[in-house]
């Protein structure tokens, strides 16, 4: 199979692809190259040219372009594949970024998907239907369906049975060659025999060699009975008598070595209303693996193994449930199980046919099982993250290598006390086992320095020894993670000569030149496996425990417009290696492109560490840059505003309550010139769909407060939207929070000198420390106060400030409790409310915030109170406006809230009744039969009319209107 080489006209190939494709398409910028050359594999190579094509034809165009030139082409969406499947030293097409559709056909039966949509994302959308996706990978939250298809993954549940493969409805692909082909047309095998004739031919030709030879057949049958993505799906070949069906399920699995699928119908499962979720623990791994065989009779859904290294990793997260948490580790294992049940009867019914079963395992402590969702949710957290924390918690220096293997479930037991001793042997410590102990499917991770040839040859060592013990109890080397780099050389040995043979027939068959992701699948290099390996170089403490899994970049809020936080990271890693081979030249570019792409556009909002298994805010990392980049003299200058904030703070509202005395394009003009000066990310751009200024905090001082009202200074900034709350006690969130509380006869007492006080939020976010600390030093002392030392809890209207001022507080007042005003409400408030509901649908947009601190949910109820009809759009993600981040940068908030604008405009023309012609405009007295837009904090309400044109307010403004007398 070629590799790249020199004498590929680069610069000419990427101005023909400009030309055909369009601009922002094709890029050689080095920034763009080495964002998109890590992938959470432990390869890595640079691509000379990055492609991001908007459609199939443009694919087809990027694959001829390639063709003529002599291009190696390899496909990447979500950038999740662990075995290199997704790297290249010559050109890579990212499909993530507009392969995105899904449509639900057949009311949920049915689902088409293109390749950068993620299992996740699909199954919200199947949601409301109870149905789901087959496969269940634990990445499901980053995993696109372009690599699912590709690897032909599964998961913790589907098995074999409803893999995609199995599941696979039809597919539209694109050949080498350039034929596109939709197997779902009545027409398709006829197009593909009059469009591919060799082709066809070909592939039922080498169905009839491996039919005449019944050991092809025997080994086949033998290796597909188990979950297997090694080498090719050749299983095709007997399942099905037609080359169309052939070729379609051959790409399953195929790892963009056989072509590019733009898109897939795919059959659904249904979902289980019920369901039963425990730990089952053992005294060790043996008496675990031992025990799946009965388990297995029992018609458990899944059962899940966790060693005792693992276990004891799960532990050091914060977030460990109790079950595990409590545990004392020793050489313990476990067994996740779970059994499921279309009704609670069913579900009792499967319970007690597991219970004998149960009762006779060798269990450490008695069985317990919970249906309650978020202790089950618990358990599955630490499953699904299980890979990345364990790799985070890697030593200093150190790669983590993940193997997939599979056997028998009878001889399961044995491969794992033999796999132990193998890391004994070897000299491997703390790695772990993990995986689908119900599949005979089980993950090993090893810490290895790529850096170190005595490191080297033991890999090398370990892996022949480790393939010998694996194909000698007759498993398969790969289950579910694909072949990719680093199985290729053993390809062979799995599948003997003959099929080996066969594969290779396929490959040069479907893509005659090997242009499609050599190296991957096949090889015969035996040692090429331990080429192209990732360094693992320190750069930063605040990262430098990340491994690259991708799991933080489907919550970005620039992941369409710049980078994700995985990206920003191994940037940071590529400058720092440059920097060590004495590349200055591309280190300094790779700086100087960093400045916008990874600082100025990050929204530090912290959504990637709600994401991330090991705890990494990328925020953290951006906020340390911007205080390095700033200076002594704007950090002097911020520190001034911090002491004088009951005087700076209004200014900001005056300002926009000035510009709209004033005609829109007077100040937009004059903010324009000045940042044409001052820099962007300095001075903020002035859209004439701002609100006007907010008023002034209210300071209320009741005889026996309930709560202390922290009104915040962005309520004071920006005015509510038309028609929104107004009242002798304050203005849009505020106010509407205080009338509420009056109506329900709970005083709120606010802290003295209330208008110099602030979250912390503005400081915070630019790094700018002195003045972090002038402001957290007067906050906590009035807060003491007015609490009356801790007594009475905080109440806070904006979700992001009470973020903020819970940060502020964790470590300088940990007395101090603060409540989202949206729970305070819910548990406090409304209780005592008569609220009249309605039948209007409200579209509710929750914040990252609130998210992170677990306040969507009172959201979602306070809209439910006023509304019987309140739909969450399920593409909602942070808006990015982020304080000040979208008046810098507003191209930052647009991409962050595009999926999600698109989706209101839909949810609106469904639900807005027709208006006749001579209909009055649009009012907050008139539009009750339109829908309402609802949010928890000011800036995010501006930031989604601005996206949608759709007038946002806070859920407290609309509760306060449906509950006055």
Request: aromatic letters at 4%.
């Amino acid at each position: 199979m070629p590799r790249t080489t020199l004498e590929i006209p680069w610069s000419r190939l990427e101005g023909s692809l400009a030309t055909e494709l369009g601009a922002g398409t094709v890029s050689r910028r080095p920034l763009d190259l080495h964002a998109l050359a890590h992938d959470a594999s432990h390869y890595l190579l640079t691509p000379e040219l990055l492609v991001r094509p908007t459609s199939t034809d443009q694919v087809a165009a990027v694959m001829a372009a390639c063709d003529r030139v002599g291009a190696p082409i390899t496909f990447r969406s979500g950038g999740t594949s662990l075995s290199g499947q997704a790297i290249t030293d010559a050109v890579l097409v990212d499909t993530r970024r507009h392969f995105t559709d899904v449509q639900v056909l057949d009311g949920g039966a049915r689902v088409l998907v293109q390749p950068g949509v993620t299992v996740r994302a699909v199954n919200a959308r199947l949601a409301p239907y109870h149905r789901k996706l087959g496969p269940d990978p634990a990445s499901e939250g980053a995993c696109t369906l372009g690599g699912v298809i590709a690897n032909n993954s599964s998961g913790m549940h589907c098995g074999t049975e409803l893999n995609t493969y199995a599941t696979l409805e039809s597919m539209t692909f694109v050949l080498p060659s350039g034929t596109v082909i939709d197997s779902g047309a009545p027409d398709a095998e006829a197009e593909l025999a009059a469009r591919e004739p060799e082709l066809v031919a070909g592939l039922l030709a080498l169905r009839r060699r491996v039919l005449a030879d019944p050991a092809s057949v025997a080994t086949i049958e033998r290796l597909f009975s188990m979950k297997n993505t090694m080498g090719y799906g050749i299983n095709a070949l007997l399942d099905f008598e037609r080359p169309l069906d052939m070729l379609v399920h051959l790409m399953v699995g195929s790892e963009g070595t056989l072509g590019f699928v733009a898109s897939a119908v795919l059959a659904t499962v249904p979902v289980h209303p019920e369901v039963a979720t425990g730990l089952l623990v053992f005294d060790t791994i043996g008496e675990a693996t031992g025990s799946v065989p009965a388990l297995a009779g029992t018609d458990v859904a899944t059962a899940e193994l966790l060693d005792a290294a693992s276990l004891r990793v799960a532990q050091q997260d914060p977030r460990c449930p109790p079950q595990i948490a409590a545990l004392g580790v020793d050489e313990h294992a476990a067994l996740l199980v779970e059994w499921q049940g279309g009704t609670g009867d069913e579900l009792d019914a499967a319970l007690a046919a597991a219970a004998p079963t149960l009762d006779m395992l060798p269990l450490t402590a008695p069985a317990r099982l919970t249906r309650d969702t978020g202790q089950r949710a618990g358990l599955w957290k630490v499953r699904k993250g299980l890979f990345s924390a364990v790799a985070g918690a890697r030593p200093a220096g150190t790669n983590a290598l993940l193997e997939d293997v599979v056997v028998g479930v009878d001889v399961l037991g044995e491969t794992c006390v033999a796999l132990t001793e193998l890391f004994a042997a070897h000299d491997y410590q703390d790695s772990v086992i993990f995986g689908h102990a119900r599949d005979g499917n089980v993950h090993f991770m090893l810490n290895e320095r790529f850096d170190d040839p005595a490191s080297m040859r033991r890999y090398e060592a370990f892996t022949e020894d480790m393939v010998d013990l694996v194909l000698g109890r007759g498993g398969s080397l790969k289950a579910e993670h694909g072949t990719g780099r680093i199985m290729a050389p053993f390809v062979r040995r799995q599948y003997g000569d003959e099929l080996y043979a066969v594969m290779w027939e396929l490959k040069r068959l479907v893509d005659p030149r090997g242009l499609l992701n050599p190296a991957a699948v096949l090889s015969d290099e035996p040692t090429s496996y331990l080429q192209d390996l990732k360094p693992s170089p320190r750069v930063e403490e605040e990262v430098d425990r990340c491994v690259e899994c991708g799991y933080c970049e489907p919550v970005c809020p620039s992941k369409d417009l710049t980078l994700t936080p995985r990206q920003r990271i191994v940037v940071r890693r590529d400058i720092q290696t440059a920097r060590e081979a004495g590349d200055h030249a591309l280190a300094d570019s790779l700086e100087r492109d960093y400045d916008y792409d990874g600082n100025q556009t990050c929204a530090v909002d912290g959504m990637c560490q709600s994401a991330c298994p090991v705890l990494i805010d990328t925020g953290d990392l951006t906020r340390r840059l911007r205080r390095e980049s700033a200076g002594r003299v704007v950090d002097a200058a911020w520190a001034g505003a911090a002491r004088a904030w009951g005087t700076v703070g209004p200014l900001g509202g005056l300002a926009l309550s000035t510009a709209k005395l004033l005609p829109s394009g007077l100040p937009v003009a004059a903010t324009r010139v000045v940042r044409a000066v001052a820099g962007t990310d300095t001075v903020p751009l002035y859209d004439g769909r701002l609100p006007g200024g907010g008023t002034r905090r209210q300071e209320l001082d009741p005889d026996s407060p309930a709560a202390v009202l922290f009104s915040t200074c962005i309520g004071e900034m920006f005015g509510t939207e038309p028609g929104g709350h107004t009242g002798d006690l304050g203005s849009g969130a505020a106010g509407a929070l205080v009338d509420l509380c009056v109506r329900a006869d709970v005083p709120l007492r606010t802290p003295e000198g209330l208008g110099g006080l602030c979250c912390g939020t503005p400081w915070k976010s630019k790094g700018m420390s002195t003045g972090y600390a002038v402001m957290a030093t007067r906050v906590v002392r009035a807060l003491r106060r007015a609490t009356e030392g801790g007594r009475l809890p905080v109440v806070v209207e904006a979700s992001s400030c009470v973020e903020g001022l819970v940060v502020m507080l964790a470590e300088r007042a940990p007395e101090l409790r603060v409540v989202d005003a949206v729970d305070f409400v819910r548990e406090t408030v409304l209780p005592r409310l008569t609220v009249r509901r309605s039948d209007r649908t409200l579209v509710v947009h929750p914040t990252c915030s609130s998210e992170r601190a677990g306040s969507t949910e009172a959201l979602v109820a306070l809209a439910r109170a006023v509304s019987s009809d309140v739909v969450v759009p399920v593409s909602w993600g942070c808006c990015a406006f982020a304080g000040d981040r979208g008046l810098l940068h507003p191209e930052l908030t647009a991409s962050a809230t595009a999926a999600e604008a698109a989706e209101v405009a839909g949810i609106v023309a469904r639900v807005t009744p027709p208006r006749a012609e001579t209909a009055s405009p649009r009012t907050a007295e008139n539009r009750t039969d339109e829908p309402g837009f609802v949010s928890s904090n000011r800036t995010c309400e501006i930031g989604m009319t601005r996206a949608t044109g759709q007038p946002y307010r806070h859920v407290l403004e609309l509760l306060a209107e449906a509950s006055r007398a």
